[in-house]
């Protein structure tokens, strides 16, 4: 995961996964290459959702009204708040089409520190102006590239996460 790859590389790494059960195998590995992983999904204020987990080639989950799971949702300001980080360098995030609610949880981070982000901008067919127009909104210095992805297919993708793991 890129988690790994940046601890290996000696950054402090923070990441989170709001699923329990991904969050028991991210933790793991979190363990193993000594990173941090917090069991809390983020978005634009702190709350609780339900989802529902589905497991298969690849462990999932979705935002569910009627999920028998409960994930506790916090904001990246309140974290970085909370555990008195002295500074925030970088920040990537893949949400299912949750980017902009993730940003407005994290306006006064990006306003301090103006970490790089790495955000996806596929989900909804207007996220990358939206997204960034918000950030622009935040802080007008910043700058934007776009780099494309080559599909994947989905055993391809199981693939790579499988080695990813070990």
Known sequence: TTSAKFADLSYKVYAFEMDRHNFELAKKLGDEKNFVVENFGLGSFIHRLKYTHTEGNIARSHIDKNGN????????????????????????????????????????????YKPILNISAYHKLDDFWTLMNFVKSIRADYEFALRQYPEVSEEAQFFLTSEQAE
């Not at 309140?78 to 360098?89: G, H, I, Q, S, T």
């Not at 299912?96 to 981070?109: D, F, I, K, P, S």
Request: hydrophobic share 45%.
């Open 69 to 112: 799971e409960i994930a506790e949702i916090i904001t990246i300001d309140a974290y970085v708040r909370e555990k008195k980080l002295p500074r925030v360098d970088f920040i990537k995030f893949d949400v299912e089409g949750a980017e902009l609610e993730v940003l407005q949880g994290a306006t006064t981070t990006i306003a301090k």
